[in-house]
């Protein structure tokens, strides 16, 4: 299939065009759905399972059908947006291929709707949902009425999506065209479909290797993203990491500003960071712009809550009042997320983290944050890895990440879109051999019961037990809060 809008088809001319969504449970489907309904246009769509997002969608007005065989596709449709687990074979694209409906993919039609905002889009191995979570965040409280799309759900800026004003209603940009804050992802490029006004690169790490073919081709995506950036003149900011997103590659042949930050100090906006008390402070010039007490552990959040202030402040938010947003982010939905505890067999109890890390670098930061901050007597991680591909690419980096944990708990790998030449290279034991290996406590256990029922027999009082992943491994940190529950 060959994606492509109908022509003359743009983002000024939405009203009452009939759209269909396949995949439209998702956190960015659901997202852009609701955007392009508010701009008038007929919207419907398709998802494989019910959720709690499909009937939100539902509530607002928007039918969501789950059979996906090409029937719910209306008569007369303008447009097929598809979302990125979507395969070419898929019922509703050949029925759509077959009736010649103009089809795109959910980044292209989301840049289409970036080009007629401010568009801050947020790139990066790592960190996008919280970084886009928390500058939401900042900008709702300071009265901006931004849009915003998450990869994820955040409670306290109502879920993983918000229609906001059309134009800026405050500040240095008022009057200009609304603010829409997103995450700009990397895999198979899609992130060069995008239309930043603003942009932010959080670092750049080995990752998707089953679709690039080394760092170097990372770095290069990375680099055709920053070139979207419009030029100085035009108000283009990039801010990019000092350290960890190779700028020396991904910066020279821009034209829109470029501005580091980081905890080295020739950043341009250095980041402070005392771990023992969360305090974060940046510094400008030698010159502290603002200091606050970050309420989510580790030095990568400090980095994420960093670099959503920076953005604010460029969008004209004034630095003090930053702060009073900064101190009451309550965090998101499966990142460091503390669910609660449960009773153990010895009379005390042991608390639950759900974690969404499924990269070496991002479980390392997060059990040495949890680690630093909760002190706990045992530090028990359960990691699903996803995708057989990423766990084989990267074998040897997971196993040197896990040196925080006193005992990791292997279940099998989680897959999407690995083949099955894929799936028989490696295997969750693999990855528990090369921990053994390493001198760590670890071991496979396949089934999420078998690790819950483990769990509740092996764990004492003061044990923190973190669940992490981006598969249904969750379910078993749920299932541990639900058992004490019924049983208290």
């Not at 939100?56 to 209306?74: H, N």
């Not at 990269?359 to 890895?385: D, G, N, S, Y």
Request: proline share 5%; aromatic share 6%.
């Amino acid at each position: 299939m060959t994606p492509q809008f109908p022509s003359g088809f743009s983002a000024n001319s939405l009203q009452n065009k009939s759209i269909h969504f396949i995949g439209i449970g998702g956190c960015g489907m659901s997202g852009l759905a609701l955007l392009i309904a508010r701009r008038g246009a007929i919207v419907q769509g398709t998802d494989s399972n019910e959720s709690a997002v499909t009937q939100a969608l539902t509530r607002d007005g928007i039918e969501v059908s789950f059979e996906q065989d090409g029937s719910f596709i209306p008569p007369q449709v303008d447009l097929i947006v598809h979302s990125a687990a979507i395969p070419p074979d898929h019922p509703e694209i050949i029925a759509g291929d077959a009736r010649n409906i103009p089809i795109v993919s959910y980044s292209q039609m989301l840049g289409l709707v970036q080009s007629q905002h401010t568009s801050v889009c947020i790139a990066g191995t790592h960190g996008k949902s919280t970084t886009v979570s928390i500058l939401s965040s900042i900008l709702l409280h300071t009265q901006y009425d931004p849009s915003f799309i998450v990869g994820a759900n955040c409670n306290q800026i109502g879920g993983s999506c918000r229609v906001g004003a059309t134009h800026v209603p405050s500040g240095i940009l008022k009057g200009e065209k609304g603010i829409l804050v997103s995450e700009s992802c990397e895999f198979n490029r899609s992130f060069h479909d995008h239309d930043p006004s603003i942009a932010l690169i959080n670092n750049i790490e080995e990752d998707h290797l089953d679709y690039y073919s080394s760092l170097d081709d990372i770095i290069d995506a990375f680099k055709g993203f920053a070139l979207k950036v419009p030029s100085k003149n035009d108000g283009g900011l990039l801010l990019i990491a000092h350290d960890g997103a190779h700028r020396n590659i991904v910066t020279p042949a821009l034209q829109c500003t470029v501005e580091t930050f980081g905890f080295h100090p020739e950043a341009d906006y250095q980041v402070m960071f005392d771990p023992n008390v969360q305090r974060v402070g940046i510094l400008r010039d030698g010159m502290w712009t603002i200091q606050w007490t970050n309420p989510m552990p580790g030095s990568h959040n400090a980095l994420n809550a960093a670099a959503a202030a920076i953005l604010a402040a460029n969008l004209g938010v004034d630095w003090e009042s930053l702060i009073e947003p900064l101190e009451q982010f309550q965090g998101v939905d499966r990142r460091l997320q503390r669910l609660g505890t449960f009773k153990s067999k010895d009379g005390g109890t042991a608390a639950v983290y759900d974690d969404y890390g499924h990269h070496p670098t991002e479980i390392e930061m997060t059990l040495r944050a949890l680690r630093t901050a909760e002190l706990p007597k045992r530090l028990i991680c359960v990691f699903q890895p996803h995708q057989h591909s990423r766990t084989r690419f990267l074998l040897d980096q997971f196993a040197q990440s896990f040196s925080s944990a006193d005992e990791v708990i292997v279940p099998h790998i989680y897959f999407v879109r690995d083949s099955i030449l894929e799936q028989q290279r490696v295997c969750a034991q693999d990855l528990v051999d090369k921990l053994i290996h390493q001198g760590a406590s670890a071991k496979h256990v396949n089934d999420f019961e078998d690790i819950v029922c483990h769990l509740q027999r092996t764990a004492r009082d003061g044990d923190l037990i973190v669940i992490m992943g981006a598969g249904p491994v969750t379910t078993i940190a749920h299932s541990l809060i639900h058992s004490s529950q019924v049983t208290s």
